[in-house]
């Protein structure tokens, strides 16, 4: 094969975490040529043997140092950024990775000539009484500015075997008699499963997204936050009182758990912010056919997924049936 002849060349950011290993997967198995760029490329040997022989190569990137991302997008025909944050810990602060980490990316995709596709968050908003919010608005509009004919994604809760919602929950249940519903449990999710929203991404790097849009990814359902946590408690076989907790005071318990050191807080004051909202497709998007099932994918029922990776937490095990 010559030079001319090789398939494209797409340089993943965040390739190595919760989405970003799916995207590598779904991407590999149309044929690209893929550089996962991440921090540590030394903990990113697992993505190897998902391509084939010289397929997947890592470059070390981190979105605070403008270098380092040139570096990684230098010969790159498609840029995909899938980094993101839930919380802040060191030098990692929403506005360095998720605003100017965002827009830094852009310009050097646009630099090198090359495409963009850009995982968000449904609720990103530059006005948002959320960080993490705001900063996702930010970034959107950043990338907006430096190239437009960019695709942006932003996903609602998404859920897979690495997820850090109900795997969290569902860890939480074998301890505590009871697990905590933020603000009485009333906010609605649209759970969107992570293989689907890696699918909307190679679609997109496939040129089947239109240029310059923004969609909107949710699942088939929209669940309030008490049936997310019954959903999960069914399919592990566990009973555990659901006890509602005020937004005040779920936020000042977020902010001793976010004074531990060396520990990811369970919760923030941040998401607290958060969860005040709903984070469902808008109608907008629906009305625009800016969503999942516009770029041709039926999105997956989190009842028929769950179970491929919470029977873990079942009382006796994955086998076994009853609940305690």
Do not use: W
Not at 1 to 11: C, D, G, H, K, Y
Not at 44 to 58: H, T, Y
Not at 138 to 156: C, M, W
Not at 221 to 247: G, H, N, T, W, Y
């Amino acid at each position: 094969m010559t030079l001319s002849n090789l398939p494209p060349q797409v340089t993943v950011f965040g390739g190595s975490g919760f989405v970003g290993r799916h995207v590598v997967r779904a991407l590999a198995k149309r044929g690209y040529r893929i550089r996962v760029a991440v921090r540590r490329p030394d903990l990113a040997g697992f993505l190897q043997p998902i391509g084939g022989l010289g397929q997947i190569s890592f470059v070390q990137a981190n979105l605070r140092y403008r270098d380092s991302i040139d570096r990684a997008v230098h010969d790159a025909d498609h840029v995909v950024n899938c980094v993101g944050i839930l919380f802040e810990k060191g030098r990692n602060r929403f506005d360095a990775v998720q605003d100017f980490g965002a827009r830094a990316v852009a310009e050097a995709a646009r630099a090198r000539g090359a495409s963009l596709t850009h995982v968000s968050a449904i609720g990103a908003d530059v006005n948002s009484a959320s960080d993490y919010a705001r900063s996702k608005g930010r970034g959107e509009a950043g990338i907006r500015q430096v190239l437009p004919e960019a695709v942006i994604l932003r996903p609602s809760i998404i859920f897979g075997p690495e997820d850090g919602f109900f795997n969290k929950f569902a860890s939480m249940s074998r301890f505590s008699p009871a697990l905590p519903l933020v603000g009485g449990g009333h906010t609605k999710f649209q759970p969107v499963y992570v293989t689907d929203v890696a699918e909307a991404v190679a679609r997109a790097v496939d040129g089947r997204a239109e240029k310059g849009a923004t969609y909107e990814l949710g699942g088939p359902e929209i669940l309030s936050f008490r049936q997310c946590l019954e959903l999960m408690l069914d399919v592990i076989d566990r009973k555990r009182a659901l006890v509602p907790l005020p937004f005040a005071i779920a936020s000042l318990i977020g902010s001793f758990a976010s004074l531990v050191p060396f520990v990811d807080p369970p919760l923030t004051p941040d998401q607290v912010t958060l969860l005040r909202s709903d984070n469902v497709v808008s109608d907008e998007a629906k009305k625009e056919g800016r969503t999942i099932q516009a770029l041709g994918i039926t999105p997956a029922l989190a009842e028929a997924i769950l179970p491929s990776y919470l029977v873990r937490y079942r009382p006796q095990g994955q086998f076994t049936r009853g609940k305690d």
